[in-house]
């Protein structure tokens, strides 16, 4: 697994050459940048693979020369996580992340009850008890077989047909609530697994953004955490396709825990023509209503 890192700024084109500069001082070289003809803006997104010879922590020097030099103050972020043909054939487990790269993979919630309380008084995210079944407009889910709501997984009832045939194990399933109009409307289960993985390894990638403000003193908001990450020997008795990860994740606000899938499932997923195989965000095959699997690594 390679971690790819994205950045994205503007400058004056007055200044491009000596932008360049700061990068190759750092070792890194840049290609052509893209010149805003009517702004006389040069826009930069160089992508780098973070390693022994170009740290985060070399990055984040990168950034103040920008600042301190040029100027530059505004630099987008984000992280890339690359996996190998070899890490896709190998892991026994699958981190669902996106059912489609399109805001139809969400379903809003309509008034499920939740019992909350502060996690976090620092960064004020959330804890939340799930009190009643979920509440949605199922119409939203038009032919879809699995969306996301509130942490949630919501399966139409040709998804739950599909996993019962293909003998998918280790989760039950809750009736959802339909709020909306009766046109449309369809049957829904909330899929709860059974297990609960192990803890992830203590030496999983876990990064942040030096753009950003330092991460919270409680260890989530602010970290970007890299792939799951077990020792093997904590998986050997693992039974069942459908687990709910240990480590807290967050969409901002509210925590939730990731839901964790089997190769089986995931074969499953591509058998049946839902999805394509991707592989990563960056694939060319990744399309509105494909599924992205991330592998969990081993040690």
């Not at 109009?181 to 993985?197: M, S």
């Not at 209503?289 to 991330?294: F, H, P, R």
Request: charged letters at 30%; proline letters at 4%; hydrophobic letters at 35%.
């Amino acid at each position: 697994m390679k971690v790819e890192l994205e950045n994205l700024f503007s400058a004056d084109e007055t200044i491009q050459d000596k932008v360049i500069h700061v990068f190759k001082r750092y070792g890194i070289y840049l290609c052509a940048p893209v010149i805003r003809e009517r702004a006389l803006k040069t826009c930069f997104n160089p992508v780098v693979t973070l390693n022994e010879d170009v740290t985060y922590d070399k990055m984040a020097a990168l950034y103040k020369s920008l600042k301190n030099e040029l100027g530059i103050n505004s630099i987008g972020e984000r992280f890339y996580f690359a996996f190998s043909d070899k890490e896709y054939e190998e892991a026994p487990l699958f981190t669902l992340n996106s059912t489609g790269n399109s805001a139809e993979m969400f379903l809003d919630d309509r008034g499920t009850l939740f019992t909350k309380r502060t996690y976090c008084g620092e960064c004020g995210l959330i804890e939340k008890e799930q009190r009643s079944p979920l509440v949605v407009d199922t119409s939203k889910i038009k032919d879809r077989y699995l969306l996301h709501t509130s942490g949630y997984w919501v399966a139409s009832e040709k998804m739950v047909s599909i996993m019962e045939k293909g003998n998918i194990e280790g989760y039950e399933l809750l009736e959802v609530i339909h709020q909306g109009d009766d046109v449309g409307k369809q049957p829904a289960y909330q899929i709860f697994p059974k297990e609960v993985l192990p803890s992830c390894c203590a030496d999983r990638v876990k990064l942040h953004f030096a753009t950003e403000s330092p991460p919270c003193r409680c260890g989530l908001k602010g970290i970007i955490n890299g792939p799951s990450l077990y020792a093997k020997k904590d998986l050997v008795e693992l039974k069942g396709d459908v687990f709910l990860a240990a480590e807290w994740s967050h969409n901002g606000s509210h925590l939730y825990k990731k839901t964790i899938f089997s190769r089986k499932f995931r074969d499953l997923i591509i058998e049946n023509n839902i999805s394509q195989e991707v592989k990563g965000e960056k694939d060319k095959n990744f399309g509105p209503k494909d599924w992205l699997l991330e592998p969990v690594l081993l040690k």
